[in-house]
């Protein structure tokens, strides 16, 4: 158990409820080789507050970006399990794949997929993109 985990979680929780409506928790998931060369994550944020490109379908919502985190690379098992688990226990509604996890043809390594993978078998649907680019196919949509 980490020692931060508690507080955390209860500063997220009680901001979910504002005047009657529930605000979405997002997290969005990098790559971390992206982001160590050309992704300053600027795109992915504007996005997010401009309600644009994956974004568009929550028009009108409140939401949170509950985390902003990136992929372990080739880092041990280990602290990529940790950090899945943290993301289990923020709990968002959705994790968005930003369009830096993308390789050039189009798929997306076994890391990001792995990760993908325990965020829907835990039912957290995890969706394509953040921001437009000429490389992302289905904006928006759920990964299956």
């Not at 992704?39 to 644009?52: E, V």
């Amino acid at each position: 158990m980490y020692p931060y985990r508690n507080s955390a979680i209860r500063v997220l929780s009680s901001a979910t409820e504002k005047g009657g409506t529930k605000t979405k928790k997002i997290a969005i998931l990098t790559c971390l080789n992206a982001a160590g060369s050309c992704c300053t994550g600027a795109s992915c944020l504007a996005a997010f507050q401009n309600r644009s490109g994956a974004f568009q379908s929550y028009q009108g919502e409140e939401l949170q970006l509950t985390a902003f985190f990136h992929c372990n690379g080739c880092q041990p098992e280990q602290s990529l399990e940790e950090k899945t688990d943290r993301i289990l226990h923020i709990r968002p509604d959705a994790v968005h794949l930003g369009v830096c996890t993308l390789k050039k043809d189009g798929s997306r390594c076994p890391k990001i997929q792995a990760m993908a993978g325990v965020f829907r078998d835990a039912g957290i649907p995890v969706i394509n993109g953040t921001h437009g680019s000429p490389r992302l196919e289905n904006i928006g949509e759920p990964i299956p």
